[in-house]
């Protein structure tokens, strides 16, 4: 009686929607729920999108909707108008939406404009800076959602905050399932050593950095002091950079690889991980690595004005410099290449078991 199942859709599109896809995909296939999984391509390079498939085990998409790049509102309205019609074909019991893209946007829209129950995973976080394409993606969505799977005790306070606290449960953050899966298959040697840019020695000190959201690269004057300061460091750092980045820099004139910096190109996930273990510490402006850092107990330093995971400030783990000038700062020994903090880490974000929860939640609704 296969009718009888209940039937999920995932929609996602970006990067770190597949690693998030990853966990949640094995636990469906677990279970009884009949899974199905939609990408909008709004990332479409093979680093971004294909080497998550093949190196997480992710089961192709079942339906892949080409949309790529574009302003926020051509690419969010590209995918709303492309998923209408699979969305009222497919009519899921629930459309599965994650994290904040524009295309969690564009599935919660088309999903609730045709009656089908969405649920939103890591629902609640909030950076409150209403300039970010994300905070808006996020507030909306959890506002039209019927069900919001929260990833930490802060979120559901955010969703109580804005009166949705009755459509809200904690299950934790999935992202440990898989961050802590991989690392202890990294440890035991299943994975080959990564593949850091050249000038990088694996076996000396060096950084992990990233830099990609708009609110850091898209102002020329910003993108060169935070490139001048990363270039500054007495240690050498691993610039694994996101194509918007390149594009960025080629655009403005930002010379990448010079001083301190070598520049590489985005890892798959094993890599990264690999990457991060192997690093003393991590430079970014990227949500899924300030949390991936804390829980590989690598010190991080973020290029932000805040975060949405504030956790991960706990005991100095991790370090806001909103100013790029900071970042060498010398009142310690710099801040981006300060020792790991000694206090032992709490466990925020739960037990690495989210996903599970994540299915028998949709299953009993
Ligand atoms: C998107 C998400 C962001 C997430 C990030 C992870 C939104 C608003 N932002 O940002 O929350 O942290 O993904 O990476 O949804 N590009 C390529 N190849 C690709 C994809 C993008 O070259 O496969 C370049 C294009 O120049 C494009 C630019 O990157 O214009 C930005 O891509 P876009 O999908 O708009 O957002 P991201 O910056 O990747």
């Given at each position: 009686?296969?009718?009888?199942?209940?039937?999920?859709?995932?929609?996602?599109?970006?990067?770190?929607?597949?690693?998030?896809?990853?966990?949640?995909?094995?636990?469906?296939?677990?279970?009884?729920?009949?899974?199905?999984?939609?990408?909008?391509?709004?990332?479409?390079?093979?680093?971004?999108?294909?080497?998550?498939?093949?190196?997480?085990?992710?089961?192709?998409?079942?339906?892949?909707?080409?949309?790529?790049?574009?302003?926020?509102?051509?690419?969010?309205?590209?995918?709303?108008?492309?998923?209408?019609?699979?969305?009222?074909?497919?009519?899921?019991?629930?459309?599965l939406v994650y994290g904040d893209t524009n295309s969690t946007l564009a599935g919660t829209l088309s999903a609730v404009k045709q009656h089908i129950r969405v649920a939103h995973l890591?629902?609640?976080?909030?950076?409150?800076?209403?300039?970010?394409?994300?905070?808006?993606?996020?507030?909306?969505?959890?506002?039209?959602?019927?069900?919001?799977?929260?990833?930490?005790?802060?979120?559901?306070?955010?969703?109580?905050?804005?009166?949705?606290?009755?459509?809200?449960?904690?299950?934790?953050?999935?992202?440990?399932?898989?961050?802590?899966?991989?690392?202890?298959?990294?440890?035991?040697?299943?994975?080959?050593?990564?593949?850091?840019?050249?000038?990088?020695?694996?076996?000396?000190?060096?950084?992990v950095a990233t830099l990609h959201r708009a609110e850091n690269t898209d102002d020329p004057k910003h993108l060169h002091s935070l490139v001048d300061a990363l270039?500054?460091?007495?240690?050498?750092?691993?610039?694994?950079?996101?194509?918007?980045?390149?594009?960025?820099?080629?655009?403005?004139?930002?010379?990448?690889?010079?001083?301190?910096?070598?520049?590489?190109?985005?890892?798959?996930?094993?890599?990264?991980?690999?990457?991060?273990?192997?690093?003393?510490?991590?430079?970014?402006?990227?949500?899924?690595?300030?949390?991936?850092?804390?829980?590989?107990?690598?010190?991080?330093?973020?290029?932000?004005?805040?975060?949405?995971?504030?956790?991960?400030?706990?005991?100095?783990?991790?370090?806001?410099?909103?100013?790029?000038?900071?970042?060498?700062?010398?009142?310690?020994?710099?801040?981006?290449?300060?020792?790991?903090?000694?206090?032992?880490?709490?466990?925020?974000?739960?037990?690495?078991?989210?996903?599970?929860?994540?299915?028998?939640?949709?299953?009993?609704?």
């Amino acid at each position: 009686m296969e009718d009888s199942l209940v039937k999920v859709v995932s929609i996602v599109g970006a990067r770190p929607q597949l690693v998030k896809l990853a966990p949640i995909a094995a636990a469906f296939a677990a279970s009884d729920v009949r899974h199905m999984i939609i990408h909008t391509g709004q990332h479409y390079d093979a680093d971004l999108s294909d080497v998550f498939f093949d190196g997480l085990g992710i089961p192709d998409p079942d339906v892949h909707l080409g949309i790529g790049s574009g302003s926020h509102g051509v690419q969010t309205g590209r995918t709303l108008a492309a998923l209408d019609p699979v969305l009222e074909a497919e009519h899921p019991d629930w459309v599965l939406v994650y994290g904040d893209t524009n295309s969690t946007l564009a599935g919660t829209l088309s999903a609730v404009k045709q009656h089908i129950r969405v649920a939103h995973l890591e629902a609640g976080l909030r950076s409150f800076n209403r300039r970010m394409p994300e905070e808006h993606n996020r507030v909306l969505t959890d506002h039209a959602a019927d069900l919001l799977l929260a990833p930490t005790e802060e979120a559901m306070r955010h969703l109580a905050a804005e009166g949705l606290a009755a459509r809200a449960e904690l299950v934790g953050d999935v992202m440990v399932d898989i961050c802590l899966r991989i690392r202890d298959a990294v440890l035991a040697g299943a994975h080959p050593r990564p593949a850091l840019p050249p000038g990088i020695d694996a076996d000396a000190p060096y950084l992990v950095a990233t830099l990609h959201r708009a609110e850091n690269t898209d102002d020329p004057k910003h993108l060169h002091s935070l490139v001048d300061a990363l270039t500054d460091l007495p240690v050498p750092v691993a610039l694994l950079a996101h194509p918007r980045l390149l594009a960025r820099a080629e655009e403005h004139g930002v010379k990448l690889a010079r001083g301190a910096v070598s520049v590489g190109r985005p890892l798959p996930y094993a890599q990264m991980v690999g990457a991060v273990l192997g690093s003393v510490g991590v430079v970014t402006d990227s949500g899924g690595l300030q949390k991936e850092a804390y829980l590989l107990a690598r010190p991080c330093t973020t290029l932000r004005t805040e975060t949405e995971w504030p956790e991960t400030l706990v005991d100095g783990w991790n370090h806001l410099v909103p100013r790029p000038g900071d970042l060498g700062a010398t009142e310690w020994t710099g801040l981006a290449t300060r020792p790991a903090p000694t206090a032992e880490r709490a466990t925020p974000y739960g037990d690495g078991r989210a996903a599970e929860r994540v299915v028998r939640t949709l299953e009993g609704k």
